[in-house]
């Protein structure tokens, strides 16, 4: 089964609004995640990776969010734009280029 | 610089027939991954391969095979096809950093 799990399958944001992604793990011992975003038609594209050893990373309008304590993390957008309207995925990547992805959450955003 | 190219873009097959998918990775790259996304879900590891040896399998049956050929390129191959077996298949490059760079996919319907 997938080692990585999305809460919300869609959100809908309002352009300008900040977005969070959350995503959850089961496995403890899991220390690497990176985020894709999938827009329609084309394959994932890599956003943002987050290893354990860190808490926090942050790239240009996203940042991630590890909570190792509740196996949680999370993806923010800020100041979402249009052009953020894809489809989001977490995955644990459990190496030798092999990923673990998670359902995927939609998001959309409102002018 | 091209980035992982994927053929055909698009087909359709009949239940019990046999289909041939092809991805070039990106120059430079070794390593090839295959993975399967059905509609509305995370893609799901397929097989991957790095110098033309199987380095690891996903959970799907013996219909699904792979190789990887001396210029790094690959094909997958899936036989006696069933309707389940309509996805997007994706493929994967990978360098030494461990980074995955995804295709467009080949988009298979099975009638």
């Known amino acids: 089964g997938e080692s990585v799990g999305l809460h919300l399958p869609t959100l809908s944001v309002q352009e300008g609004d900040n977005s969070i992604i959350n995503c959850a793990y089961s496995n403890s011992a899991s220390d690497y995640f990176i985020w894709y975003k999938q827009e329609s038609g084309k394959g994932p594209q890599f956003i943002i990776d987050i290893r354990s050893n860190m808490d926090k990373r942050q790239g240009q309008r996203v940042t991630v969010l590890l909570n190792k304590t509740v196996k949680h993390l999370s993806l923010q957008i800020a100041a979402t734009q249009p052009g953020d309207s894809a489809v989001y995925f977490c995955a644990e990547n459990l190496g030798d280029y092999k990923l673990s992805f998670g359902a995927g959450t939609t998001v959309t955003v409102r002018a | 610089d091209a980035g992982v190219t994927q053929s055909p873009t698009h087909l359709i097959k009949t239940r019990g027939q046999h289909v041939t998918l092809r991805c070039s990775p990106i120059s430079g790259h070794k390593s090839v991954s295959w993975y399967q996304q059905v509609l509305g879900q995370g893609p799901q590891f397929i097989f991957q391969?790095?110098?033309?040896?199987?380095?690891g399998r996903g959970n799907f049956p013996d219909r699904f095979s792979a190789r990887q050929f001396p210029n790094y390129s690959s094909e997958l191959n899936v036989n006696a096809l069933l309707l389940g077996d309509s996805a997007l298949y994706l493929c994967?490059?990978?360098?030494?950093?461990?980074?995955?760079?995804f295709g467009e996919g080949s988009r298979l319907t099975v009638l």
């Open positions: 391969y790095y110098e033309k040896e199987e380095r």
């Open positions: 994967a490059s990978g360098g030494n950093t461990g980074e995955l760079f």
